[in-house]
């Protein structure tokens, strides 16, 4: 193949790349005349350059459909849906000849004469169907007449021609005048060969690696003779990395190029309106990482638009606008690139992922009930998954999830999801920096070197000092916090989360980085230096391992691992949503939590009064949180969190909003998939204390006072707190309820729930131990415990409520104790199928009144008999 036909080639996918966008702008906009300008002048270019090189067929396909697009530029002929349609169609035959064109340099054989005739049919102003179906003249006669034998003559011939056969119109302005004016005015460029400048990006890494190396040996030996030509070298060397890099850098948009077309074309295949909204189409990444990304986003894209969005009747029918919406998203976070690909459809199915994973064997009912619907909602990347009624055109054959993850982990990326029934599901991409050069601080713990990307630093605090005033790491629950300024900072230990001897000295420092909205401070022992650092990919036997992103050599030829700030908040938990989590399984069968027992409470300020408590194990995260990112939905404050809208309910009467990015103290409550803020004034401290509660005045929001830290402190009932966030707590598939005294065991696997109760049975008068699950509360049983009733959840994992009763009735020390059965169902049925297992009374979840009275009849009746 000739250069010059190798270059006709690159121009015109270059072209059809923008044609297919262009013309869904135009049909979406048929009034938009610069965008039709751009069109004519892009079928322009690609017809003249046809009949300079003699390609015949190409050139009679593009000029039929430049007729059209003349009669659309001159206002003579509308822009209409179908003839938008005709005009794709003679774009994907031109891209069907150039792909012949490029495989065996000739242009291959085939008929356009139907689609000429049907070009030829709506420039006449004929409906182009009908036009389609009739007779054609062949391609060598579309434009000469019946009796010419050859090839129509060149361009700048026709347009005398057109004006004739279309004379009330305007004569069109010159298409080569409009040509060689838009060539005087483009930007000089020449292009180069992808192997070139891959050459000559591993040069330029060498020279850098140099570079440091001879820097590092300066340092060390103190030679002042060659600091000067050094430092020239170190700035020549990084001005040409930073050029060089800029090659290898293109907008994301270019990957998104066709999708505009996919999304057409897939709304009128399905009967859908779809919308596709980009954002961030000039975030640049590396060449590479563009190619292989590619394919995963428009399969993600697709499965949008046929998953995801629901036909026009069904939206409607859901109180959602007829057309359903996609949007992608691209920014930079952290030295990464971060991909969004979501739609307002109807979510993923969680129930039916439940049943296809069971049923394919993927996990068993018990790994199931005991994960999350995050967990399950991953089984949709498993190979040959799909929860497709009907396998389309489009997808449903379970090839394309599992496929989009793997290629996007063979460049060290990952792929989340989230997803909520009825109101759509977000895929977020993250790649990690492959073949680059970047600036990162040289760090250590537990005498390991590490690199730390710069970019996601926002400080270093240098901590445990003599100085006096100086940052100090303190701990909340075991958990290393550091109180920065005007806020409580978590912190994660590098050594600790490595596995790594951490430093005996007390002195160090946190470099505090910034992921996406989430702060947080990594401690380190010592701080290097910074160092512009050449990153190689992470080995496949380390990719496992999400705290790195990759590895460097440095100057003095050690290889050291670069860090993934992103990787390290999720291995640490750090601003994930573990709510529930936390605590699961950590109840000892022995005795778990009891009220007698020191409770960790956590102290703050909110309203008037003195201080107020809350515990601890209730709250999932303190947030200070901008009051730039406080909204109103109605009356009620609410704040973009985690995927979805948290309700604010605030502690002060008459409580406003803080303005601008002043902060406002948070305490978050999570169960499951639902979370609540509790709004405050200040937080002052964590301390353990033996909770010896006295009922208070029957103000509501408060379940009594106790002395802590020597002063009368209210402590919070989080119960009615949670009930003015608008949502039902008490009723989801798992949850706990409250309990009372003499003594008193509860049974229930929520974490959170156990939290929320013990503390308010407490309150009433009875001594409270809870367990996480029916096998705990019998092996206390067993060893000898009494109790004088028991409170039982009864959907849990493992052994539910119902066969836990016909267990104590079965026989042994409790089988006549009362037994109280808590739980979200109700119903008769349901009362009846309890009273018939061995349950005493039924109380449904959360009824506090109820299960307390249901307590004192049930312990009177014992009494008296």
């Known amino acids: 193949m000739d250069d010059l036909l190798a270059d006709f080639l690159t121009e015109t996918h270059e072209g059809l790349t923008a044609l297919d966008s262009a013309l869904v ?177 591993t040069l330029v890494s060498e020279l850098v690696l140099t570079r440091n190396q001879l820097l590092q040996l300066a340092r060390a030996g103190g030679a002042d003779a060659f600091a000067v030509p050094l430092q020239r070298l170190s700035h020549i060397t990084s001005d040409l990395q930073e050029g060089v890099m800029k090659t290898r850098m293109q907008p994301i948009g270019n990957a998104w190029a066709k999708l505009p077309r996919l999304v057409r074309d897939l709304s009128h295949e399905l009967g859908k309106k779809i919308e596709l909204e980009m954002r961030g189409a000039q975030t640049e990444l590396d060449r590479q990482v563009l190619e292989l990304i590619r394919d995963p986003l428009t399969h993600m894209v697709r499965n949008s638009a046929d998953h995801g969005l629901e036909p026009p009747a069904e939206r409607r029918a859901a109180g959602k606008p007829e057309t359903g919406r996609i949007i992608l998203n691209a920014y930079h976070e952290g030295g990464h690139i971060i991909i969004e690909i979501g739609d307002d459809g109807r979510g993923l199915p969680v129930g039916r992922i439940r049943a296809k994973a069971l049923a394919n064997g993927l996990a068993t009912e018990a790994e199931l009930a005991q994960m999350s619907e995050r967990e399950v909602l991953r089984f949709i990347f498993a190979p040959g998954f799909s929860t497709a009624q009907q396998v389309t055109a489009v997808s449903g054959r379970g090839v394309g999830m599992d496929v989009v993850k793997t290629n996007i982990e063979k460049i060290g990326g990952t792929v989340e999801l989230a997803s909520k029934e009825g109101r759509g599901t977000t895929f977020t991409i993250k790649i990690p920096l492959t073949l680059a050069i970047a600036a990162a601080l040289i760090v250590e713990a537990g005498g390991e070197r590490f690199a730390l990307p710069q970019i996601g630093v926002v400080e270093l605090v240098r901590v445990g000092s003599n100085q006096e005033g100086a940052p100090r790491i303190e701990r909340i629950k075991d958990a290393p916090v550091l109180r920065l300024r005007d806020r409580l900072l978590p912190l994660v230990s590098l050594a600790g989360l490595l596995r790594l001897e951490p430093a005996s000295r007390e002195e160090g420092f946190v470099a505090v980085m910034q992921v996406g909205g989430q702060v947080f401070g990594i401690i380190l022992d010592r701080v290097f230096d910074t160092e512009e650092i050449v990153v190689k990919p992470v080995a496949p036997i380390l990719r496992h391992v999400t705290m790195f992103s990759g590895n460097t050599i440095l100057g003095d030829g050690s290889v050291i691992m670069i860090l993934d700030p992103n990787g390290i908040a999720r291995a640490a938990g750090v601003g994930l949503d573990q709510g529930a989590e936390e605590g699961r399984g950590g109840v000892p069968a022995a005795g778990g939590m009891s009220s007698s027992a020191s409770t960790s409470l956590l102290l703050f300020r909110a309203g008037e009064g003195g201080a107020k408590a809350v515990p601890l194990g209730l709250v999932a995260r303190l947030e200070d949180i901008p009051g730039e990112r406080i909204e109103m939905a109605g009356t009620t404050p609410v704040v973009q969190y985690r ?192 009273r018939d297992a061995g349950f005493t009374d039924y109380v449904a979840k959360y009824d506090r009144e109820a299960l307390l009275q249901s307590l004192r009849d049930c312990l009177t009746a014992r009494q008296a008999a």
């Open 643 to 834: 995927g979805g809208l948290m309700p604010l309910v605030p502690l002060m009467p008459g409580w406003v909003p803080p303005e601008g990015a002043a902060r406002q103290p948070v305490l978050v409550f999570t169960e499951n998939d639902r979370a609540m803020g509790l709004v405050v004034e200040e937080i002052l401290d964590v301390l353990d204390e033996r909770l010896v509660l006295q009922e208070g005045s029957g103000r509501p929001g408060y379940i009594g006072s106790a002395v802590i830290a020597g002063r009368v402190t209210e402590v919070v009932d989080t119960a009615y707190w949670l009930a003015q966030a608008g949502e039902d707590w008490f009723r989801p598939a798992r949850a706990a309820s409250p309990a009372m005294r003499p003594r008193l065991l509860l049974v229930e696997d929520s974490a959170f729930f156990r939290h929320l109760v013990v503390p308010a049975l407490s309150a009433a008068g009875y001594e409270v131990t809870a367990v996480d699950g029916a096998a705990a509360a019998l092996r206390l049983r067993d060893d000898g415990a009494a109790f004088e009733a028991v409170i039982s959840d009864i959907e849990m994992p493992e052994m539910d409520g119902i066969a836990f009763a016909q267990a104590l009735r079965a026989g042994g020390a409790w089988a006549e104790v009362p037994l109280i059965a808590l739980s979200a169902r109700a119903e008769p049925a349901d009362v009846a199928r309890g």
């Open 25 to 201: 702008r135009l049909e979406r906009a048929p009034d938009d005349q610069p965008t039709l300008s751009e069109v004519f002048r892009l079928v322009h270019t690609i017809k003249g350059t046809c009949g300079f090189l003699g390609l015949s067929r190409l050139e009679a396909v593009a000029h039929a459909a430049e007729n059209v697009l003349g009669r659309y530029r001159d206002g003579t002929l509308p822009v209409t849906p179908a003839g938008i349609t005709l005009i794709l169609s003679a774009l994907d035959r031109v891209k069907e000849i150039v792909a012949g064109l490029e495989a065996t340099g000739a242009e291959p054989a085939g008929d356009d004469t139907a689609l000429i005739g049907a070009l030829d049919a709506a420039a006449d102003g004929q409906d182009a169907p009908a036009a389609a179906a009739a007779p054609a003249a062949p391609a060598a006669q579309g434009r000469a007449g019946p009796e010419a034998p050859a090839p129509e003559p060149p361009a700048a011939a026709r347009p005398s021609a057109e004006a004739a056969q279309h004379a009330p119109a305007a004569p069109p302005p010159d298409p080569a005048a409009e040509a060689s004016a838009g060539a005087a005015n483009a930007p000089q460029t020449i292009r180069v060969a992808v192997d070139v400048l891959e050459d000559l990006m």
